[in-house]
């Protein structure tokens, strides 16, 4: 079993900046690709960033130069460092670790980014 908590969520006015933060505990194995979605109200939920093991990103077009995701593998954890943000970014972000152990992904419970002015 594999648990992911989230933190760092909140409301930020348009340019600012938070950083996010996915802790992964309990039985942790084979965790290797790990990344962060995002719902906005009325949108499909969608693919923000994702890390691999080794360190290699990739972003969504509307992110990139904006967002950095991260990792510690002691702390097995996952970060999102948001700079730049838009009332586009406004959205439920939700981290996810995909575990080759357990030939599936886990979600962490979703946090609130909220950009407005």
């Known amino acids: 079993q594999v648990q992911l908590v989230e933190s760092g969520g909140g409301l930020v006015q348009p340019g600012g900046s938070l950083r996010l933060s996915c802790a992964a505990s309990g039985n942790i194995f084979g965790i290797n690709v790990m990344g962060w979605y995002r719902q906005a109200p009325g949108k499909e939920r969608e693919l923000v960033a994702v890390i691999s093991s080794g360190g290699t990103t990739n972003y969504a077009d509307s992110v990139k130069g904006r967002f950095t995701i991260s990792r510690d593998n002691a702390k097995n954890t996952v970060y999102l460092q948001m700079n730049s943000l838009k009332p586009e970014d406004t959205a439920v972000y939700y981290c996810?670790?995909?575990?080759?152990?357990?030939?599936?992904?886990?979600w962490g419970q979703g946090t609130q980014v909220t950009v407005s002015s």
């Open positions: 996810n670790v995909y575990s080759t152990y357990y030939r599936r992904d886990y």
